[in-house]
């Protein structure tokens, strides 16, 4: 199976470099800083399951000859990726995006068509270094996707047989793809908008006081899934009470991570499209719609160059 993976960071580089190890033929879609990097050094991973060095194969455009393209770029990139796949996609492959949240769904559907676009989740910490290695962090090593229509006999399923489930990657195809995305956007749209709107980690925010704040952002991103179809099961919903009231938890969201490091956020794609799902569906909205708001608002000051610590 070959498969064709945009961009090799952390995500991408990550699965990459395993799927490698299985015995995919896989070619990475770099700019060409990376392509050199990739030439000189080859594709280095660190990682508790095993590092890899290799050689791999690099294309500065894509082209048809593909089964299924890897697309882990962050949303506010999306567009411009789904130029660069386009070639790929429209000679055959179908695209396992592994992006946050829901909202990029219906926009590789108007580019592809359902057919071609799966719906895929990545439980993994990794990041790129100044020096090109891929540091893997933890022990999640997961890899969920399947086909919109939720069919188990076709390229999805070909691609978990040919991943398997072993140290490094636990790649697995499921019929219920949507349901599961919309768990984790429950998860995720509760940790962003708390992390980001209070500037803190959970366990900072029930410290100061904020277990009721947790437990409403929680409730209210359920209700925004069951309007969409997909209620949370009670087990589910107890284990994200317990993980929102751990007053010693760490746990922030990357969408914060990334707005304490100056860099651009994802906040249109996740807590814009939950504040905007909420209104349509009749759900108090204030909270995710102030979240959303303190991030654009960051944006701006980001973008006038005004963020503490930075030149102007």
């Not at 996707?145 to 069919?151: A, K, S, T, V, Y």
Request: neutral net charge; hydrophobic residues 50%; aromatic residues 6%.
């Amino acid at each position: 199976m070959r498969m064709l993976v945009l961009g090799a960071g952390a995500l991408g580089g990550y699965f990459g470099g395993r799927a490698l190890e299985r015995g995919l033929d896989v070619t990475f879609l770099v700019r060409p800083a990376r392509a050199a990097s990739l030439a000189r050094d080859g594709l280095r991973v660190r990682s508790t399951f095993g590092d890899i060095d290799r050689a791999v194969a690099t294309t500065l455009a894509a082209g048809p000859g593909f089964d299924v393209v890897l697309l882990s770029c962050k949303a506010y990139d999306l567009d411009s990726a789904i130029a660069a796949i386009r070639p790929a996609v429209e000679g055959g492959a179908c695209v396992l995006p592994i992006l946050n949240g829901m909202a990029h769904i219906a926009a590789l559907n108007a580019a592809f068509g359902p057919a071609r676009v799966w719906g895929g989740l990545a439980k993994c910490a990794a990041t790129l270094t100044a020096d090109g290695v891929v540091q893997h962090l933890g022990d999640w090593h997961w890899l969920t996707f399947g086909e919109q229509d939720g069919r188990m006999d076709g390229r999805a399923a070909a691609l978990a047989a040919a991943l398997g489930e072993a140290p490094g990657l636990v790649a697995q195809a499921v019929p219920d793809i949507e349901r599961r995305m919309w768990e984790k956007l429950v998860h995720l749209g509760t940790v962003a908008a708390a992390t980001v709107l209070m500037r803190a980690s959970v366990g900072e925010i029930i410290r100061a006081g904020g277990t009721d704040f947790l437990m409403t952002l929680l409730d209210r991103n359920a209700a925004i899934a069951a309007a969409q179809g997909h209620r949370m099961s009670e087990g589910f919903m107890a284990s994200y009470r317990t993980l929102f009231a751990d007053p010693a938890s760490t746990y922030t969201a990357s969408l914060l991570r990334d707005l304490e490091a100056g860099g651009r956020t994802e906040a249109d794609h996740i807590l814009g499209y939950l504040a905007e799902a909420a209104s349509s569906a009749g759900i108090p909205a204030e909270l995710h719609a102030m979240a959303h708001l303190h991030a654009r608002a960051y944006d701006q000051r980001r973008a006038a160059g005004r963020l503490p610590g930075r030149p102007a």
